[in-house]
C-alpha cells in the first residue's frame, strides 16, 4: 500500500530542521513530501541541501491549510495521504500499525494515532489528542482534552476504536475519499477544515478510527498561537460554516441559533478577561458567517445523518457540572 507523508510548510525552517529528521528516519514505508506554501524563508534550499530525498511540491500562493494541501495533493500519487504539521516529531513503526487497518477495513476512510504534548510528553496534546467528537452545538472536544483541560496519558485511551473526527495535525486519510469529497473546504482557510472533512466523511458513511499504537509529539501553535484573535476569528467563524454545511436539516436553525446565542457568551467572558480583540473577533466571525451563509448552505450534500453528536452540551458539562474530562 503506497503511502505519501507530506508536510505542508511555510516559512517554517526552523521546525523542518527540527521534526523532518524524526519523518524521514522512521518512515521507510513512505515517500515523504514538503508541501511549501510559498515560504519567502530559505525552507526549500534547507530541505534540498540536508534531505535529498524528501520531494517538494511548491505552490505558487499562501493557500493557508485547506487550500495549500488541495493544491499540493494534486501532484502526489499514493493510496493513503499521511498530513502531518511541520511541529510533529513522530515515533519508531509509527505508520505500521495504520497501514494495517487500511489494509483490514475498507471502510475505513480516516486515521488518527495517539498525539501527546512535545513539550510534556505523558500528556495530550491539544490538537487531537486521543480523537476528537463534538457535541449538540458544535463545540469540538477529544478524549484527553475537553476545553483547556489536558490529561495525562495513563493508558486510559490505549484502545482502537472509531471517533468522530481526526486531527489535522496528523490525519491519514484514503486518497481516493479525499478526492470523492473535494479534499478541504478552501473557504476554511484554516482550522476546523479537518472536522468539516470528517464529517463529510461520516455522512457518506465511512468510519473515523483511533490507533493507540501509532505514537506521535505535536508542539502545537507553532504557526499561530492559541492567544492570537485571529485564530478566535477562523475558529468561531468556520465552526458556523461546518455547521451550515452538514447539520441535518431538521435540526439547522435552531442550533445555529443557540449556537450563536452562546458565542456571545463567550464573548462577554473575553471581556470579563480584558481581552477585547477576542471579543471583536467573535463578531467579526459572525458578521462574516452571516455574509456567507447562503455560499455555505449551498455546499450541502443530500444526506446529513442525525447521529452526529455524542453529548448534549460540552459547554454545560463543562462550565456548569464542572466535568472536565471526557
Not at 530541505?47 to 493544491?71: C, R, S
Not at 484527553?144 to 495535525?169: C, H, M, P
Not at 478566535?232 to 449556537?259: A, D, E, G
Amino acid at each position: 500500500m503506497k503511502i505519501a507523508v507530506v508536510i505542508l510548510n511555510w516559512n517554517g525552517t526552523k521546525l523542518l530542521e527540527q521534526f523532518l529528521p524524526s519523518i524521514v528516519q522512521f518512515s521507510p514505508e513512505a515517500d515523504i513530501y514538503v508541501a511549501d506554501n510559498a515560504s519567502t524563508d530559505n525552507s526549500i534550499a534547507f530541505v534540498k541541501v540536508n534531505f535529498p530525498t524528501v520531494k517538494i511540491v511548491e505552490n505558487n500562493h499562501n493557500l493557508g491549510f485547506a487550500g495549500g494541501y488541495n493544491a499540493a495533493l494534486q501532484h502526489i500519487d499514493a493510496e493513503i495521504f499521511a498530513l502531518v504539521n511541520s511541529d510533529v516529531e513522530v515515533t519508531e513503526n509509527w505508520l505500521k500499525p495504520i497501514l494495517e487497518t487500511f489494509k483490514k477495513e475498507p471502510k475505513t476512510a480516516i486515521i488518527q494515532p495517539k498525539i501527546l504534548d512535545y513539550k510534556r510528553k505523558e500528556y495530550f496534546e491539544y490538537a487531537g489528542a486521543a480523537g476528537g467528537f463534538i457535541d449538540k452545538y458544535g463545540f469540538p472536544f477529544c478524549r484527553g482534552r475537553v476545553f483547556e483541560t489536558l490529561e495525562k496519558d495513563n493508558g486510559q485511551y490505549d484502545d482502537y476504536r472509531e471517533i468522530f473526527w481526526a486531527s489535522g495535525a496528523c490525519f491519514f486519510i484514503r486518497s481516493w475519499v479525499y478526492k470523492e469529497l473535494n479534499g478541504f473546504d478552501v473557504d476554511f482557510f484554516a482550522h476546523q477544515e479537518e472536522i468539516d472533512l470528517c464529517w463529510r466523511t461520516f455522512n457518506k458513511g465511512y468510519a473515523v478510527k483511533y490507533e493507540f499504537q501509532s505514537v506521535v509529539y505535536h508542539v502545537g501553535g507553532a504557526t499561530l498561537d492559541q492567544g492570537n484573535p485571529k485564530k478566535t476569528f477562523l475558529n468561531f467563524r468556520n465552526s458556523l460554516f461546518m455547521l451550515t454545511k452538514n447539520l441535518p436539516k431538521s435540526s439547522l436553525y435552531t442550533t445555529l441559533f443557540i449556537r450563536m446565542v452562546l458565542d456571545g457568551v463567550a464573548g462577554i467572558h473575553f471581556l470579563g478577561q480584558g481581552k477585547f480583540k477576542h471579543s471583536l473577533a467573535i463578531l467579526k466571525a459572525h458578521g462574516a458567517f452571516y455574509k456567507n451563509f447562503n455560499h455555505h448552505y449551498a455546499k450541502r450534500s443530500s444526506f446529513q445523518s442525525q447521529e452526529y453528536f455524542t453529548t448534549k452540551s460540552i459547554v454545560y458539562k463543562y462550565f456548569i457540572q464542572k466535568v472536565t474530562i471526557f
